[in-house]
Nanobody
Framework: QVHVVESGGGLVQAGGSLRLSCAASGRIDEYYTVGWFRQASGKEREFVVSIRWAGDNEYYADSVKGRFTISRDNANTVYVQMDNLQPEDTAVYYC???????????????????WGQGTQVTVSS
């Protein structure tokens, strides 16, 4: 019903910036949320940030708050501007979409049904 494709990963030095994109398509309504998760090698998938279609309400993980900024354009593309990147940000970043996700469930990967393939972000020191 909903399709998401992410892009924009790459290799940067610590302190640098990247901008990730998530192109969303399909039957998207005001009840949907697009979230970003990341998974470092050997680690569990971790919530990063989310945005709701209704009102563009944002929710950030403490680890990225103040450094990452999520936004959405009028073509249903979600962006994550990642500034002051650090080596601990190195991971595969995934875009995901889900519907009827209450606030306290936004960080749970299993509440998102549609997932992209992931894009690698590598931050060197």
């Amino acid at each position: 019903q909903v399709h998401v494709v992410e892009s924009g990963g790459g290799l940067v030095q610590a302190g640098g910036s990247l901008r990730l994109s998530c192109a969303a398509s399909g039957r998207i309504d005001e009840y949907y949320t697009v979230g970003w998760f990341r998974q470092a090698s050997g680690k569990e998938r971790e919530f990063v940030v989310s945005i709701r279609w209704a009102g563009d309400n944002e929710y950030y993980a403490d680890s990225v708050k103040g450094r990452f900024t999520i936004s959405r354009d009028n073509a249903n593309t979600v962006y994550v501007q990642m500034d002051n990147l650090q080596p601990e940000d190195t991971a595969v970043y995934y875009c995901a979409a889900g519907t009827w996700i209450v606030d306290h469930d936004l960080i749970l990967p299993n509440r998102y049904y549609y997932w992209g393939q992931g894009t690698q972000v590598t931050v060197s020191s």
